[in-house]
Nanobody, 124 residues
Framework: QFKLVESGGGLVQPGGSLRLSCAASGFTLGGRGVGWFRQVPGKEREGVSCIGGTGTMINYADTVKGRFTVSRDNTMNTVTLQLNNLEPEDTAVYYC?????????????????WGQGTQVTVSS
């Protein structure tokens, strides 16, 4: 069974950090583009960051550039999103997604596999 599972979410104070992981089972993430998205109730799911199949292509949304860092370990079949200097506006459910092509996008229609999401709450 193909499955993506996110972990690492939680409650953190403004300025704090979290490390989100996306683990694949039943298939290999190697060579596949992976995106991180987030969603708050009543709003569309928005792209946060993505990384290409070999790790050389990386993109960030302007709202997180300089604060978030995406990386991948194809030997461990995981993709990680490091969240630093978190702001209350970063509060959302974070999802990872993968696609069959190596190129990554910050747009949801390009992805065919999704995790169940992990909650990130930034609050004092």
């Amino acid at each position: 069974q193909f499955k993506l599972v996110e972990s690492g979410g939680g409650l953190v104070q403004p300025g704090g950090s979290l490390r989100l992981s996306c683990a694949a089972s039943g298939f290999t993430l190697g060579g596949r583009g992976v995106g991180w998205f987030r969603q708050v109730p009543g709003k569309e799911r928005e792209g946060v960051s993505c990384i290409g199949g070999t790790g050389t292509m990386i993109n960030y949304a302007d709202t997180v550039k300089g604060r978030f860092t995406v990386s991948r370990d194809n030997t461990m079949n995981t993709v990680t999103l490091q969240l630093n200097n978190l702001e209350p506006e970063d509060t959302a459910v974070y999802y990872c997604a993968s696609r069959s092509g190596s190129v990554c996008y910050l747009s949801t229609p390009y992805y065919d596999s999704w995790g169940q999401g992990t909650q990130v709450t930034v609050s004092s």
